[in-house]
């Protein structure tokens, strides 16, 4: 194969017109503002996840609650099995339940079938809190979603939350809003209102791999009550006492922000962001729930631990500051919060960050983001495989940092990758997970196969296209350790 790449390939990587707005090189563009926190253009083959993922993503991580997905069994795909989220009580979470939807109730209408399953379901397994999804095809057809829920709510006296979130309605945020929007139905109608106010809730965390748990501990060591956390462990009972807490913290803003802006309104509880992502993060963090609190005893806890801790961490990423200094990162992440995070923790590790982009940023973040980059990094709102292809060649990316649906694009185009998305099975957050990034990281880049893909183990000049051809990167790991 030549090393050039054709020019039906260049022509493939183009970039359709309605998608110029969406991107700008920080130097290049510096007048111009990015389009963002809009529709997917028509045609472009967004990477974004459906208002239904969207959802299922925020809802999923309550343990004890039933996930029921009125629509074709297709939509029920997302399961437990593409998530880290661990529990400490209830496994039910684990479980995903379909109504199946076939040819004939598309014509004749889901409602009765719905109505079903939800019976059945309650007879084999006695919940107190089912959650109903809407599909594309339940949108299309117009079950009531509602009426039936309440019916049921009513026949068995527990509480059955319709989420709103046909797949074509909107983006993926439209998603987390309704999942939003069903959390809050829970505090509006069984809310624990106690008489004194204590704590903080956590909201945006999703304990992949125990995150949350790690977060705890340290909140917990600095002195702080965490009265309820969504949707990461959660339960009913925990969701139900948060009306209480004197303050949010949200940490996946993208997901998490219109309800806390909702409780804000309701409860009176103002909000704070946060980042457990990095060590900058993670010490900027904790003296913002400190100083939030206005607890003087706290704000000491929190200066002794973090100067414990990060020289700790920081003494074990060395090594690797060594190992990953020069390379270049593309990142295409779900929240425009997080890739904020995740510039300033390669550019600990010494490595430039070339691309950035998110599926749901807002301007605010993108302002945030081209502040942070280099001039001449490409940012990029909403994008596609090919625009990421593109942007990965032009600015010679060593690594890709994504969710599930790049690792594939990132493998064929001949590029490491890291996982920074629910399906990861070791925390990420925390000190802890500033290791296991940056091991992570040293992994996958400074991986053998790379050079054995460009031919510089073999001497043979070839490079592997992502429109020609898949490898298997653990097929070639083991290849050459024999
Ligand atoms: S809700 Fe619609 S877009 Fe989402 S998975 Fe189902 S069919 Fe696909």
Sequence with gaps: MSKMMSEEMKANLAMIEERKDFIVCNKEDKDKKIKCDAHSAAGAVSQRACVYCGARVVLNPITDAVHLVHGPIGCASYTFDIRGSLSSGSEEYRNSYSTDLREHDIIFGGERKLTAAIDEIVEAKKPKLIFVYSTCVVGVIGDDLKAVCKAAEEKYGIRIIPVESSGFVGSKSAGYKAAGDAILKILELDGNKKEEKYGINFLGDFNLAGEMWIIKSYLEHIGVDVVSHFSGDSDYEKIKNAPNAIMNVVQCAGSMTSLAKKMEDKYEIPFTKVSFFGLEDIRVSLRSIAYSLGDFDMITKVEEFVKVKEK????????????????????????????????????????????????????????????????????????????????????????????????PLAYKLGVAFVDHNHARKHPLAGYEGCINFAKEVDLTVNSPVWGIIKGERHGVEHELSGSIRSLDLEEQVIANEK
């Design 312 to 407: 700790e961490t920081d003494e074990k990423l060395e090594y690797y500051r060594k190992r990953l200094a020069g390379k270049k990162v593309a990142i295409y992440v779900g929240g425009g919060f997080k890739a904020i995070s995740l510039i300033k923790q390669f550019r600990d590790l010494g490595i430039t960050p070339v691309m950035v982009g998110s599926q749901t940023g807002r301007p605010e973040e993108y302002d945030t983001i081209r502040k942070l980059a280099d001039e001449d990094t490409v940012i990029l709102d909403d994008a596609n495989p090919s625009e990421l292809e593109k942007f990965m060649r032009e600015k010679g990316a060593d690594i890709l940092v994504g969710g599930v649906k790049e690792r």
